[in-house]
């Protein structure tokens, strides 16, 4: 297993891409009203790779890397490693969900900072709330989300198209069963046709995402959306342990500075 505590990752989010969510605002919409269902404790480690191919030939790659755990407290652990072209240079964003006392912690390996957030309590959890510092905003069900939220990224693909537009042919298909990690996993294939002229297009654009899904996990075991106006994204689960993670993983690294934050209401925006 990797050393997680001192940041030193060589693998991974995800998630949740994938955005970062430190420096950036995210948003829970209705989190007091939605559905618990119970998820199994693990600890996995995730890669994605891109690559986009140019009109001359040329691909250039790039790399992310996750780990994700969460235990029977309810703990949940998002690791993501993004390797910059060119530079090789990592870095590292980080969230913590610790509803034991109530506080999420994020941070990021450029400022070598983590932010722990004391989250409002459960009767409070109400409309729109930001950090001190608006590293967090967070919508509890509020008639519209913050300002400029965003939604942590957790490894399902971002949309590309609209994909209930009538203009657009679209066919599923199922694709059996596999063993992924030692999991039976469902794969599901979902192809979208951009009709010609429909974006300016001369032809056709087919673009394809395939899904493989196992019962009771929260993530997606493997990936793989074709698209060829940004290339071919690969998302593979590399490693899974079912069983309680060790609690020592869901603390921020080693050697960082703990910055204390509060959350407050915020008006939401309409």
Not at 16 to 22: A, E, I, M, Q, R
Not at 83 to 98: C, K, L, M, W
Not at 122 to 137: E, K, N, P, V
Not at 222 to 244: H, Q, V
Request: charged letters at 20%; a negative charge.
């Amino acid at each position: 297993m990797v050393n997680l505590i001192g940041c030193r990752l060589v693998i991974y989010l995800v998630c949740f891409p994938t955005l970062s969510v430190f420096g950036q605002n995210a948003r829970l919409a209705n989190q007091s009203r939605r559905a618990v269902t119970p998820i199994p404790a693990y600890t996995a480690e995730f890669k994605t790779v891109n690559v986009q191919t140019l009109a001359n030939g040329t691909t250039i790659t790039t790399e992310t890397k996750e780990v994700r755990a969460h235990d029977s407290e309810g703990r949940d652990l998002f690791i993501m490693v993004h390797t910059s072209p060119g530079t090789g240079i990592e870095i590292t964003t980080g969230n913590i969900d610790n509803p034991v006392d109530n506080t999420r912690i994020i941070w990021n390996s450029r400022d070598k900072k983590a932010s722990v957030l004391s989250l409002p309590p459960q009767d409070q959890r109400h409309g729109c709330w930001a950090s001190d510092s608006h590293h967090l905003t967070i919508n509890y069900g509020g008639d519209a989300p913050p300002a400029n939220a965003i939604a942590r990224g957790d490894g399902t693909g971002s949309a590309t198209v609209n994909a209930d537009s009538p203009k657009l042919e679209q066919t599923h298909e199922d694709l059996g069963t596999t063993t992924i990690q030692g999991l039976e996993a469902t794969g599901k294939r979902l192809t979208i046709v951009i009709q010609a002229g429909r974006m300016g297009n001369d032809n056709p654009i087919t673009i394809t995402r395939e899904t493989w899904r196992a019962p009771g996990f929260p993530f997606i075991l493997r990936e793989i959306a074709n698209d060829p106006r940004t290339g071919k994204r690969t998302r593979e689960t590399t490693s899974l342990t079912i069983g309680e993670p060790e609690l020592a993983l869901f603390q921020p690294p080693e050697g960082y500075e703990l910055v204390n934050e509060e959350m407050h209401q915020i008006a939401c925006q309409q």
